[in-house]
């Protein structure tokens, strides 16, 4: 009977000795064994947060940052077929928003009124923003006369100032009409603010003046 009991008790000391020792082990630590310092607990791997990868500013500091992404595409990339021709639907590129055109409009007042007026337009906007050009011919002060302003469409509207030269000349011009076919307008002009104060048939054409 005691040696049963003698072998009871040892049984009973030995689990509570390993209960004592698991309710007593210290904080993770190295384990000798990974050579790389990666915190253990009795062997066990221990769960850590990875490293920061971006810095206060939000850059990507580790070393293979640029692993995690991928190539941007190449700013034509998709918009053209085989032969250079932009696919149907494909954005312009910036050239074609800055686009400029030219138009040549010749405005007649009877046998002695000749104006020749060089534009330059924005195609992409409609009516056409008249951007810049130059008015000649009989126009008191030619050939000095810029356009300043002004729009193309389905009315005419042209503004200029004189650069220079020209004594006893206007220092503007405003010429406005309505369309009408053959491609031309009919209206009116005006110099120094008025723009009713002569009546003119212009015809219109795009590309540069001859």
């Not at 034509?76 to 696919?87: I, S």
């Not at 910036?94 to 534009?119: D, E, K, M, Y």
């Not at 120094?192 to 054409?205: E, I, K, N, V």
Request: glycine fraction near 14%; aromatic fraction near 8%.
């Amino acid at each position: 009977m005691f040696p049963k009991l003698a072998r009871g008790l040892v049984v009973i000391m030995g689990m509570v000795m390993l209960l004592a020792i698991g309710l007593t082990a210290g904080p993770a630590r190295s384990d000798p064994a990974r050579g790389d310092g990666t915190p253990t607990i009795q062997g066990v791997l221990a769960a850590v947060e990875p490293q920061e990868r971006f810095d206060a500013q939000g850059k990507q500091q580790r070393e293979d940052a640029g692993k995690d992404k991928e190539a941007a595409p190449a700013a034509g990339e998709g918009q053209f077929d085989a032969q250079g021709k932009r696919r149907e639907g494909a954005a312009p590129d910036v050239g074609a928003r800055a686009a400029t055109s030219q138009a040549c409009l010749t405005l007649h007042n009877g046998p002695g009124t000749t104006f020749q007026i060089r534009v330059t337009f924005n195609p992409n906007t409609y009516p056409y923003a008249v951007t810049g050009g130059s008015i000649s011919g009989t126009i008191c002060g030619s050939p000095n006369w810029a356009v300043t302003g002004g729009s193309i469409g389905n009315s005419l509207v042209i503004n200029a100032r004189r650069t220079s030269g020209g004594a006893g000349c206007a220092n503007t011009v405003t010429i406005v009409g309505n369309f009408r076919n053959p491609p031309s307008y009919a209206g009116t002009y005006g110099f120094d603010g008025a723009s009713t104060s002569f009546p003119h048939s212009t015809l219109f054409s795009y590309g540069a003046c001859p």
